[in-house]
Nanobody
Framework: QVQLVESGGDLVQPGGSLTLSCAAS????????MGWYRQAPGKQRELVAT???????YYDDSVRGRFTISRDNAKNTVFLRMNILKPEDTAVYYC?????????????????WGQGTQVTVSP
């Protein structure tokens, strides 16, 4: 069993900054990627940023240059530093991780999700 626990969501004024964090725990064999999605009211969930293990990071065009994703691999944790926040960044932010877990004699790979953390950008 794997759990992702997020923290850091808050109410912030336009132009402000926030840092989200997400820690994965449980029967983890290997982590292939970690990242962040967000879902605004009435909209579909969209990919914000992702960081594959040993690969190149990806940012959605709407956040590139303002958001920075990073990982602490020793702690199975991913961060999202959000600068110059805009009202259109308001959403529930979800952490995800592409993880394999160990079973007797084999591993199982799947995507896991956090519970979501609310980010509200408003004067």
């Amino acid at each position: 069993q794997v759990q992702l626990v997020e923290s850091g969501g808050d109410l912030v004024q336009p132009g402000g900054s926030l840092t989200l964090s997400c820690a994965a725990s449980g029967n983890i064999f290997s982590i292939y990627a970690m990242g962040w999605y967000r879902q605004a009211p009435g909209k579909q969930r969209e990919l914000v940023a992702t960081m594959p293990t040993g690969g190149s990071t990806y940012y959605d065009d709407s956040v590139r240059g303002r958001f920075t994703i990073s990982r602490d691999n020793a702690k199975n944790t991913v961060f999202l530093r959000m600068n110059i926040l805009k009202p259109e960044d308001t959403a529930v932010y979800y952490c995800y991780a592409d993880i394999s877990t160990s079973r007797p004699g084999f591993t199982v790979r799947a995507d896991y999700w956090g519970q979501g953390t609310q980010v509200t950008v408003s004067p």
